[in-house]
């Protein structure tokens, strides 16, 4: 079956996850994780190129990116390099990297900050240590405005950096672009459970109720186990609403 093209964003800004191959460790010791970082430091110095945020763990990597030009391209440079010298340094030979990275569009300035948000929390809800404790993604950068990330629209978007570092800290259910996107339900079982919680023949018409009652559904779909997205999909509702929720 052919694959499906990737989805573009109209603003040029991406949540994407590159993660191991059967969720095998893609760094074994700081060494490569300097070594990755460095990465992506050499790959994104054009000027249609930013990094915006990062955190690596590790069996996987989080990068919110500005890219105007191909995406898939730009991330296989940056596999390509580290595989090479993650294979030559463990005499070892074929892939590290799961072959499709995962890759959502960021559309709205709401959006960039919760993906910001999601990114940064990753070792918080994963239970490693704090934000902050974690050396290993952009949170320096973050807070101080230097490094590797331009975080500026980040920082005009929250208001300004102190607004954006106590966002960046505020607890939240946010999901974004998860792994455990594998288990999301298909969308004829997704439509049958919200026409069952809505009472409402189409999905669509969840928008006309009240703010409440359209609350609630919500809440009740993803306590059912369908995706922010796959809601805004079969509904209508921009994903921030549902993602608030």
Request: glycine fraction near 4%.
């Amino acid at each position: 079956m052919p694959r499906t093209s990737r989805e573009r964003s109209a603003t040029g800004y991406y949540h994407i996850i590159i993660r191991g191959i059967n969720r095998q460790s893609i760094v074994i010791d700081d060494q490569d994780r300097v070594k990755l970082i460095d990465t992506l430091r050499r790959y994104f110095v054009a000027p249609d190129t930013a990094l915006v945020a990062y955190c690596l763990m590790d069996n996987h990597l989080h990068l919110l990116i500005r890219a105007e030009g191909d995406i898939a391209m730009l991330i296989k440079k940056v596999a390509s390099s580290y595989v090479y010298y993650y294979n030559h340094r463990y005499d070892r030979v074929g892939h590290l990297f799961q072959d499709r990275f995962r890759s959502e569009p960021i559309d709205t300035e709401a959006y960039l900050l919760t993906a910001a948000r999601y990114i940064l929390q990753n070792p918080l809800k994963a239970g490693i240590c704090g934000v902050k404790e974690y050396p290993w993604s952009s949170w320096k950068d973050t807070e101080t405005g230097a490094g590797l990330c331009d975080t500026r629209l980040l920082c005009e978007c929250a208001g300004d950096r102190r607004a954006l570092i106590e966002y960046c800290l505020t607890p939240n259910e946010d999901r974004c672009l998860d792994l455990r996107e594998d288990k999301v339900l298909k969308d004829a079982d997704a439509l049958t459970i919200l026409r069952r919680i809505s009472r409402l023949t189409n999905p669509a018409d969840i928008a006309s109720l009240s703010k409440i009652a359209r609350n609630a559904i919500l809440a009740e779909a993803k306590k059912k186990g369908l995706s922010v997205r796959q809601i805004s999909r079969l509904t209508g509702l921009d994903r921030n609403i549902i993602q608030r929720i």
